[in-house]
């Protein structure tokens, strides 16, 4: 099958080698910043005297035909230099196109234009776009990659003409370009009538402005129309061209040399009797779980209001596969209940059902109950808590009950599902149950499914590390998860605060030890990190590696948790854009794009989540050999792309893996609990899902 693949990337030509700039040694006014290793490569010819540490100079990008300090420099030789040149004619430019500019802290351009389609008569709603210019990187030549990076709103009063809370005030514009409120001096806060809040969680309660929720069917076909828009109308014009010669109207084809795909069959699952299936539910339905709960006898125990108790039966009856009115048979035609779904029958009795009558703090009433109930030894039991409150709430002694359940259950060795009442009385709740089967089949120790292909090494022992922050705590957790083997399931699910990374290096030395004692020919460690990872943050990793006598590489797979945005890649010989599942574009030193998403050859995606951006791999290694060959690259993002796979809190397909979705899971959750100590059920238990 071939691909037309491009990349939301243009190319210019210099628009001259040579220019001669200012140069100062000292900063002031408009003056930019260069560091050491962006200076002109013939910077002593007016600095001779300039000591080898200096680590800054500074240009205002002007000539000034009388300044001692003017040097014409080689634009293609000093192509860091050029970059900063590039980045600083954009800006100038686009602040007489654009109604917002900004630069940020990577020297991107920022640009806003008001989105006319959207109107409100409380704020404005702006589309944002980015231009990042780098040469040579894709191509031979500059270039510029063009991307979108969703809406602001922006409150249509200014600070002047509204009696605005500066508590609830977080981004601001004023005179046509973005701050943070706090971080404005004196005198640009003076200026009331500039300063238009941009709207925030918090202000649109304030202003009581509804939520608006837009299910976008394919989003990558979203993103290039958007960015295609900016193209035609800001790029194709004579000004631009003149500024900057672009050498093709059209965004970049990508050369074959650049993509690769993951092995043949890395996407297919297997299920009960080996029988296999690309897409989970069909598996599912058609073959059921690749393994049963690991204990035969299975409780449920139903946790409500007192107030909810009919709905708790309804739910009840759903995971039975019993309807309420047979006009639901065509509804419930994809779920025939928990039994012939994931071949699980349970039981549950009223004795064990817990209500409660305090909606504001039912902990005190369940902690009761278990004082005086007693539990079947050898009975796996899984409580269900029907939830008064959405999952949108905004009272935050509403959601802390979410978690004080969650742990009170753990500390008696139970797991939970927890499903709303909105949820369970509306009309879509069908589409919910397939999902709520899989978490409970997982969480009960069952296997939903399994990789057909496995191309994870048995010598290998691969550790996830997510990362979720509060922002009512304020502080980042990173959750960690170990695979001990080929299996790919994964195990021992720990957390700690983001800045102790002494106490991760702690637990993988646990990790490795035990990895060992099964595994004495290891053969590397992998690590699945949330982001870039620093030396600072690798260096206690090393040192116990030395300290354990192991002598084996580490390598390390950096996947963002968020969608590319920077980069993304469109398949134009596919209607929908979207390119096959499994594609691999090389855009960057040891840097990939990953496509993953459920289009397999012909057969294009079903659903929203069919349709994900890509997800940025960047791989670095201890030992730089590790990478020489081009299949051990592909079988490391070839890993990435399964572990994707098995995650089992869904049927439909994800774009990361678990690697770092169930490390973030348990970072969102763990530091909500009271005493957050060692549970070993809440370690190697599938509860957060």
């Not at 039994?339 to 209500?355: G, M, R, V, W």
């Not at 009170?408 to 939970?416: D, R």
């Not at 294009?604 to 890509?614: F, N, V």
Request: proline share 5%; glycine share 4%.
């Amino acid at each position: 099958m071939t691909q037309d693949l491009k990349l939301n990337l243009l190319t210019f030509n210099h628009p001259s080698q040579h220019q001669t700039f200012n140069f100062y040694l000292e900063p002031g006014e408009g003056r930019y910043p260069l560091q050491k290793h962006e200076f002109p490569i013939k910077i002593k010819d007016i600095f001779p005297d300039l000591p080898d540490d200096t680590q800054n100079i500074y240009t205002d990008f002007q000539i000034d035909a009388q300044s001692d300090t003017c040097l014409e420099v080689d634009l293609i030789s000093s192509y860091r230099f050029a970059k900063h040149y590039y980045a600083y004619l954009l800006h100038a430019y686009f602040k007489t196109v654009a109604n917002v500019t900004n630069i940020n802290f990577v020297n991107d351009i920022e640009l806003w234009f008001l989105d006319t389609s959207e109107t409100h008569s409380k704020y404005n709603t702006y589309l944002k776009f980015v231009i990042r210019v780098q040469i040579g990187r894709i191509s031979d030549d500059p270039e510029l990659i063009i991307s979108y990076d969703g809406r602001a709103k922006v409150l249509k009063k200014n600070m002047w003409d509204e009696d605005y809370n500066p508590d609830q005030i977080k981004g601001v514009i004023y005179k046509n370009q973005e701050y943070r409120y706090k971080e404005m001096n004196p005198e640009q806060r003076q200026e009331l009538q500039e300063i238009y809040p941009i709207l925030n969680r918090k202000l649109k309660v304030e202003f009581g402005i509804k939520p608006q929720y837009k299910r976008n069917p394919n989003k990558i076909k979203s993103y290039y129309e958007k960015i295609d828009w900016f193209r035609k109308n800001h790029l194709m014009t004579d000004e631009f061209k003149a500024l900057l010669p672009l050498t093709s109207d059209d965004f970049h084809s990508l050369d074959q040399k650049r993509i690769f795909k993951t092995s043949t069959g890395s996407n297919l699952l297997k299920f009960a009797g080996e029988r296999t299936n690309t897409n989970p539910n069909i598996g599912l339905n058609n073959h059921g779980p690749y393994s049963a709960a690991i204990k035969p006898m299975v409780k449920f125990i139903y946790i409500c209001h007192e107030g909810d108790t009919e709905v708790a039966n309804q739910l009840g009856n759903y995971l039975a596969g019993k309807k309420d009115d047979p006009k639901q048979d065509k509804k419930f035609k994809h779920f025939k209940g928990l039994k012939k779904y994931i071949s699980l029958s349970f039981s549950a009795s009223k004795e064990d059902h817990i209500t409660f009558s305090n909606k504001e703090n039912p902990i005190e009433e369940i902690r009761q109950h278990f004082k005086l109930k007693s539990y079947t030894e050898g009975t796996r039991y899984l409580a269900l808590y029907i939830s008064p409150y959405t999952k949108n709430c905004t009272d935050e002694s509403k959601k802390k009950i979410y978690f004080q359940v969650k742990e009170e259950l753990l500390k008696h060795g139970i797991t939970s599902q927890v499903v709303t009442k909105e949820k369970i009385v509306s009309d879509d709740f069908h589409y919910s149950l397939p999902n709520i089967a899989v978490a409970i089949l997982a969480k009960l120790g069952g296997i939903p499914w399994q990789l057909k292909i496995n191309t994870i090494s048995k010598n290998d022992l691969v550790v996830g590390v997510g990362a979720f922050k509060s922002k009512k705590i304020g502080t980042r957790y990173i959750g960690s998860a170990f695979c001990f083997s080929k299996d790919g399931i994964f195990k021992e699910f720990r957390c700690y605060p983001a800045n102790d990374t002494r106490m991760l290096a702690g637990s993988i030395k646990k990790a490795i030890e035990a990895f060992k004692l099964n595994n004495p020919d290891a053969e590397r460690l992998i690590i699945h990190f949330y982001k870039r990872m620093s030396r600072k943050e690798l260096q206690p990793i090393l040192n116990i590696l030395f300290a354990l006598g192991l002598d084996i590489p580490v390598i390390i797979l950096s996947i963002n948790k968020t969608e590319s945005k920077d980069y993304v890649v469109f398949d134009h010989d596919c209607p929908e854009l979207i390119p096959d599942s499994g594609t691999i574009v090389h855009i960057g030193y040891k840097q990939y794009l990953l496509c993953n998403n459920t289009r397999y050859g012909d057969q294009l995606p079903k659903g929203i989540e069919g349709y994900p951006l890509p997800v940025k791999v960047t791989i670095s290694a201890t030992n730089e050999d590790e990478l020489k060959e081009k299949g051990i690259l592909k079988g490391l993002i070839n890993q990435v792309y399964q572990f994707s796979r098995v995650y089992w809190k869904s049927v439909s397909q994800q774009n990361l893996p678990v690697t770092i979705k169930y490390p973030e899971m348990v970072a969102e959750i763990y530091p909500h609990f009271e005493n957050p100590g060692k549970n070993d059920f809440g370690e190697n238990n599938l509860w957060f899902l």
